[in-house]
C-alpha cells in the first residue's frame, strides 16, 4: 500500500524552492557543474583516530571546533540564516527526565508543502529535487576527511583548496533553519549525489568528525527517510548544546556483546525503545557495527534515527514509526496541531516547538506522550532487535544480564567529560535545573 503525506519539509538551504537548474548555467554559484569550476574552499584533514577515540584527553576549544563556529559566526553576521536561533527561547522541562523545550517559531515560516513518501525508507536519489549540490557556496563551511595515514597523528589545515569534482568532496555546510547555535551538516561525498541512506563509509566520517571535536556537547545525528529525513540527499545534522539530552542520562541493559567488543544495551525507562552501541577494539569496530544494524533496518524498510553521542563513544539506533502511523491516522489530532515532526533531537529529548502556546505548556507528560508514539511496540521492537543481531552475527535472542549487576545509569558522559561550551541559544534557566 503506498503511503503518502502532506509534509512540510524544513528549509536547509537558501535555494531550496529552486528545483531546476537552467541550461548555460544557474548564475548563483552552486555545486553543480554550471558553476563548480574555479570553487575553492578550506580543507581540514583530521588525524587517525583508531586510537585517539579511547582517549580522554582534556583541551581548551579544540581547533575544529572553533573551525565550525567561527565560519559559521560569519555566515550568520553575512545574514545567510532565516531568522536568529539565538534569541529562540530554550527551557528545561520539569520533571524527572529534564526534556528541553526550544520554541523555534521560525523554523515552519514559509515553507513549501510537498508530498513525501513514507513507505519506503530507500528510495533513488532524484536529481530534480532539491539536493546538495545546488545550494550556494556561500553556505558551505569547509571540507572534510579523514586521513588514510594511520601514523597521522596531526591534522591538517589548507585554507583554501580547489573543490575536485573527479574526487568528490565531504563538505559541511550551514542549515539555513537551525535549531541551535552552530548548527552544520555534514555531507559525505557530496557531489556522488548519494541518496540519504547509511553505508559504512559515511557512517565512519561523521563518527570521527564527532571525535575530532571533541566536545560531548557537539552531537551529530541522522534521520533516515520515513522518520523525518526531508531531503533525498545523504547528510547528518550537528549542533552544539550545552546540557546533557535525556536520552544520555536514560538507564540501560547490556543484551549482548559482539566479538570485536561493542557492547549493545537497550533503553530502560524511556518513552522510545532503543540502542545503546559503545566500546569496540576500535573506532572502525564500533561504526561498522552500526553500519551492519542500520543496513538491516533499511532493507527491512524500518525506519530509524541515529545519534552519536560522546564525542562518537556512545551511538543510539532507534527505529521509529511516527510517519507510518500519521499515514494511518492513528496520530491524535492534538498531536497533529503541534505540527512538531520527532526526529532524532525530538527522540534525543530536545524537542523543537512551533507554536508559543505549545512552549508555554510544554510538561514532562506531554513530551513523553509524543514520543511514546514515535516508539515501536514491545513486541516489535524485540522482532527488530532479532534482525539487527542476526545481521551482525550475533545470538538472535537477547542474553540478558542479572538486572540488578548490569542495570547502569547511563550519564552517557558521567565520567567527567562534559566541559561547557557557549552556546548563545541557551539561556540560564535551561542549565540551572
Given at each position: 500500500?503506498?503511503?503518502?503525506?502532506?509534509?512540510?519539509?524544513?528549509?536547509?538551504?537558501?535555494?531550496?524552492?529552486?528545483?531546476?537548474?537552467?541550461?548555460?548555467g544557474c548564475g548563483r554559484n552552486c555545486l553543480s557543474k554550471c558553476c563548480i569550476n574555479g570553487a575553492r574552499l578550506p580543507l581540514y584533514t583530521c588525524k587517525s583516530l583508531d586510537k585517539s577515540i579511547r582517549e580522554n584527553t582534556e583541551s581548551p576549544v579544540m581547533f575544529l571546533e572553533s573551525l565550525v563556529l567561527g565560519e559559521w559566526e560569519d555566515r550568520f553576521q553575512r545574514g545567510l540564516f532565516r531568522y536568529d536561533v539565538t534569541a529562540c527561547e530554550t527551557k528545561v522541562i520539569p520533571g524527572k527526565y529534564g526534556f528541553i523545550a526550544q520554541l523555534n517559531e521560525g523554523r515552519h515560516l514559509k515553507k513549501r508543502p510537498t508530498e513525501f513518501r513514507v513507505d519506503k525508507v530507500l528510495?533513488?536519489?532524484?536529481?530534480?529535487?532539491?539536493?546538495?549540490?545546488?545550494?550556494?557556496?556561500e553556505e558551505l563551511l569547509f571540507q572534510f576527511e579523514a586521513s588514510n595515514n594511520d601514523d597521522d597523528s596531526e591534522l591538517q589545515f589548507l585554507p583554501s583548496i580547489p573543490l575536485d569534482a573527479d574526487n568528490s568532496p565531504s563538505v559541511v555546510a550551514i542549515n539555513v533553519s537551525p535549531i541551535e547555535y552552530g548548527h552544520v551538516l555534514l555531507i559525505p561525498r557530496v557531489l556522488d549525489c548519494l541518496p540519504q541512506r547509511i553505508d559504512h563509509k559515511s557512517l565512519l566520517l561523521a563518527l570521527q568528525m564527532a571525535a575530532e571535536a571533541a566536545n560531548p556537547y557537539f552531537r551529530l545525528g541522522y534521520n533516515s527517510l520515513g522518520a523525518f529525513a526531508t531531503i533525498n540527499h545523504l547528510h547528518f545534522q550537528a549542533y552544539y548544546l550545552a546540557m546533557q539530552f535525556p536520552i544520555e542520562k536514560a538507564s540501560s541493559l547490556k543484551i549482548n556483546t559482539t566479538n570485536n567488543g561493542v557492547k549493545i544495551s537497550k533503553l530502560l525507562n524511556y518513552p522510545v525503545r532503543g540502542l545503546l552501541f559503545e566500546g569496540g577494539n576500535s573506532i572502525k569496530d564500533l561504526s561498522d557495527t552500526v553500519s551492519d544494524a542500520s543496513v538491516c533496518l533499511q532493507n527491512n524498510n524500518i525506519p530509524f534515527n541515529i545519534l552519536i553521542s560522546d564525542s562518537g563513544k556512545q551511538i543510539f539506533l532507534l527505529p521509529q514509526c511516527y510517519a507510518e502511523k500519521q499515514a494511518l491516522g492513528e496520530v491524535?489530532?492534538?498531536?497533529?496541531?503541534t505540527q512538531v515532526n520527532p526526529a532524532v533531537w525530538e527522540?534525543?529529548?530536545?524537542?523543537?516547538?512551533?507554536?508559543?502556546?505549545?512552549?508555554?505548556?510544554?510538561?514532562?507528560?506531554?513530551?513523553?506522550?509524543?514520543?511514546?508514539?514515535?516508539?515501536?511496540?514491545?513486541?516489535?521492537?524485540?522482532?527488530v532487535n532479532t534482525m539487527i543481531f542476526e545481521a551482525i552475527g550475533l545470538s538472535s535472542h537477547e542474553e540478558e544480564e542479572e538486572e540488578g549487576e548490569e542495570l547502569e545509569e547511563q550519564s552517557s558522559m558521567n565520567g567527567g567529560s562534559f566541559i561547557r561550551v557557549h552556546c548563545p541559544s541557551v539561556k540560564e534557566e535551561a542549565v540551572s535545573n
Open positions: 500500500m503506498l503511503l503518502k503525506i502532506k509534509r512540510v519539509p524544513t528549509v536547509v538551504s537558501n535555494y531550496q524552492k529552486d528545483e531546476t537548474v537552467e541550461e548555460g528510495q533513488p536519489f532524484d536529481g530534480n529535487k532539491f539536493n546538495f549540490t545546488k545550494v550556494g557556496q491524535s489530532s492534538k498531536l497533529l496541531d527522540m534525543s529529548g530536545h524537542m523543537v516547538l512551533k507554536r508559543k502556546e505549545d512552549y508555554e505548556g510544554a510538561s514532562e507528560e506531554k513530551a513523553w506522550r509524543l514520543l511514546a508514539e514515535v516508539s515501536l511496540s514491545e513486541e516489535r521492537f524485540k522482532e
